[in-house]
C-alpha cells in the first residue's frame, strides 16, 4: 500500500479532523514500533563504526538509515561482546584492570546507541558489524514501505495509526477503549503476519563451515558472548 492510500483509510477509520495532520506521523511511528520488536531482514545492514581515540566509547546515532539500537553480529571474532555496560566492568574489574588501560579493544558492549569497548585505543579502529536499521521515513504519497511485506501494510499501517490516535481519543473515559482495544489487536495481527511471513522466506541452510554463534566456556559464559565465525 501506498502512504497516500493508508492515510485515507486511517482518516476513514477515525473520522476525526482534528487528527487528520498528524496521521502520516502515526503511520511511521506503528511501522518503527514493529520494527523494534522483530528483526526484520530487509533492515539488516553492515556497518563499520571506528572506535575515538583516549575516548572508552563510540555513538552510533550516525549510521546511515538510522540505526535501530538492535546489533545482531560483531564480526571481529576475537573480540567479547557483553549484554551490558555493567558486565563489561564487573569482567574488568574482577581481572584487576584499571579503566584507563590502552591497547587495542578486546571487549565490547551496546548500549541503545552507545558502543562501550575496552581498553581504549590509542589509534582509531573499526569494529565491522551487522545491525538494523530504523524503516524508512514515508513523506510523499506513492512511498511504500518497501521493507516489510505487503500482506501486513494495512494492519500495521493503518490500523496501527488508528490505534496511536483512539489512544487519545479514548484517554479518560469510563469502562474499555473498545477501539483503540480493536485496532491494537489488529496491530498486533500485522506483527504476527509479518513474523510469520519472515519465518517462510527464511534460508535454512546447514553446512560443516557455517558461522555460528556460540558461548564463552569460561566463568563469565552467563554474561557474554563470543562470537566465533570458524564453525567451532
Request: aromatic share 10%.
Amino acid at each position: 500500500m501506498t502512504l497516500a492510500e493508508m492515510e485515507q483509510e486511517a482518516k476513514n477509520i477515525i473520522q476525526d479532523s482534528s487528527f487528520d495532520a498528524s496521521i502520516i506521523g502515526y503511520i511511521n511511528e506503528a511501522f518503527l514500533q514493529a520494527s523494534g520488536r522483530i528483526n526484520i531482514p530487509d533492515l539488516k545492514r553492515i556497518a563499520s563504526p571506528s572506535t575515538v581515540t583516549e575516548q572508552m566509547y563510540t555513538q552510533l546515532y550516525d549510521i546511515d538509515g538510522g540505526f535501530s539500537g538492535r546489533l545482531t553480529k560483531l564480526m571481529n571474532s576475537d573480540i567479547l561482546r557483553f549484554n551490558t555496560l555493567e558486565d563489561m566492568l564487573t569482567y574488568i574489574q574482577e581481572r584487576q584492570r584499571v579503566l584507563t588501560e590502552t591497547g587495542s579493544v578486546e571487549m565490547v558492549a551496546l548500549e541503545g546507541r552507545t558502543l562501550w569497548y575496552f581498553p581504549i585505543p590509542t589509534t582509531e579502529e573499526t569494529l565491522t558489524c551487522i545491525l538494523h536499521n530504523n524503516p524508512t521515513v514515508l513523506e510523499f504519497a506513492d512511498d511504500m514501505p518497501v521493507e516489510f511485506p505487503e500482506i501486513c501494510h494495512r494492519n500495521i499501517g493503518v490500523h496501527g495509526a488508528a490505534f496511536l490516535a483512539y489512544d487519545i481519543i479514548e484517554d479518560g473515559i469510563d469502562g474499555d477503549k473498545v477501539n483503540t482495544n480493536h485496532h491494537f489487536a489488529m496491530f498486533e495481527k500485522g506483527i504476527t503476519q509479518l513474523q510469520e511471513w519472515i519465518g517462510r522466506h527464511r534460508v535454512h541452510c546447514i553446512t560443516s563451515t557455517s558461522m555460528d554463534t556460540t558461548i564463552a566456556t569460561n566463568d563469565w559464559n552467563s554474561t557474554f558472548v563470543r562470537w566465533n565465525n570458524n564453525g567451532r
